[in-house]
């Protein structure tokens, strides 16, 4: 006989039915699903972090060519000034040409009138602001005299048809003479003489001027002053 006992065990609890359904086979798939999000959500920040790499390698590129187009643009805008400074200084040149050209014929008109032997000591031209037309002209004539200063003021009569007016003349120490006027040229179509408004009729130069009767003398018109006794009325306005 076997010594040690045998224990035996009867269950008695009684058969229960289920309290709840088991769950669909379609839910198998929420763990699936829990890892597949899983792994897209590990893609998708890959993804954004090579995209955010891409994005702040192209700003530091886009700032590097900023950077060399503002270089650019500052090194042009000053070759844009140099060139505009130098446009100005050219413009100033070229008005200066133009304004000196008439100064220019007029010196090479005064040497060319100087005589053998003649000499100038000081020789001056001034344009007016106010009135571009109007010279001003300084000449000392240091050796030649008075026949030098009609000769070159004749020059400049003669081939640039400048008259002078307002002139001024004064004796120097030495010999030497201080010429000063103020040249206006003339249009080579106006006449030399325009007509005055009086009672005589002038003549030309060619015709041989009479002195006024003694009944015009006498009975001169009312409201005006006799006539000059003196022939010398024309000539004087014809003086150039």
């Known amino acids: 006989m076997d010594p040690s006992p045998k224990r035996l065990c009867h269950d008695l609890k009684t058969e229960r039915p289920d309290v709840g359904r088991p769950l669909p086979a379609i839910l198998r798939l929420l763990p699936i699903s829990l890892y597949l999000s899983g792994a897209a959500a590990l893609g998708f920040s890959a993804l954004f972090l090579w995209q955010f ?13 900023e950077a060399a187009t503002r ?37 090479v008109s005064v040497v060319q009138s100087m005589q053998p032997g003649s000499t100038l000591a000081d020789l001056s031209l001034a344009r007016d602001k106010d009135d571009p037309r109007k010279i001003s002209f300084t000449m000392q ?42 040249l206006i040229k003339q249009d080579r179509k106006e006449p030399r003489l325009e007509p005055a408004a009086s009672t005589a009729t002038l ?14 003398t006498a009975a001169p018109v009312a409201g005006l002053p006799p006539l000059p006794p003196s022939p010398s009325l024309v000539p004087t306005l014809l003086q150039p």
């Open 53 to 65: 790499k891409l994005d702040l390698e192209a700003r530091d590129s886009w700032r590097t060519s």
């Open 71 to 107: 270089s650019e643009q500052s090194h042009l805008a000053a070759e844009a000034e140099a060139i505009n400074r130098e446009s100005k200084r050219a413009e100033e040149a070229r008005k200066w040409l133009q304004g000196s050209e008439p100064m220019q014929e007029m010196v």
């Open 141 to 182: 004539v240091a050796s030649g005299g008075p026949a030098q200063l009609d000769k070159t003021v004749n020059a400049l009569a003669k081939s640039l048809h400048y008259r002078p007016y307002f002139t001024q003349q004064k004796q120097e120490k030495g010999g030497a003479i201080a010429y000063s006027a103020t």
């Open 203 to 216: 003549t030309p130069v060619a015709t041989p001027v009479t002195a006024p009767t003694a009944a015009a």
